[in-house]
């Protein structure tokens, strides 16, 4: 596994450990206090956290990161194409 995968999967583990020690230490199902509404919050946000490092370590785009990574070499490629053509116009002209 890469260095990057196992550094999401050290971040999720952490983000893991902080949403079981911090769950039952909110205060949450009191009605609609400002506690009730940081903690809802909190435990969204932390969820988020989990979930988007769960997405990076199964992969689930990795074809979209390849077909970007092809896009954007052919862009280099074309625009290195574009600059070479004018400096041969460039010389042309002198």
């Known amino acids: 596994m890469k260095g990057k995968g196992t550094k999401n999967i050290v971040y999720?583990?952490?983000?893991?450990?902080?949403?079981?020690?911090?769950?039952?230490?909110?205060?949450?199902?009191?009605?609609?206090?400002?506690?009730n509404?940081?903690?809802i919050t909190?435990?969204?946000f932390a969820l988020m956290v989990i979930a988007a490092h769960l997405h990076e370590i199964l992969g689930v785009d990795e074809e979209a990161r390849k077909e970007m990574s092809r896009?954007?070499?052919?862009?280099?490629?074309q625009f290195e194409q574009m600059l070479q053509g004018r400096r041969k116009m460039l010389q042309f002209k002198k």
């Not at 952490?14 to 079981?20: D, E, H, R, T």
């Open 12 to 35: 999720m583990a952490i983000a893991l450990g902080m949403l079981f020690y911090a769950v039952p230490r909110l205060d949450i199902g009191e009605g609609m206090t400002l506690p």
């Open 71 to 77: 896009v954007k070499k052919m862009k280099k490629w």
């Open 42 to 44: 909190w435990i969204c």
């Open 37 to 39: 509404v940081f903690g």
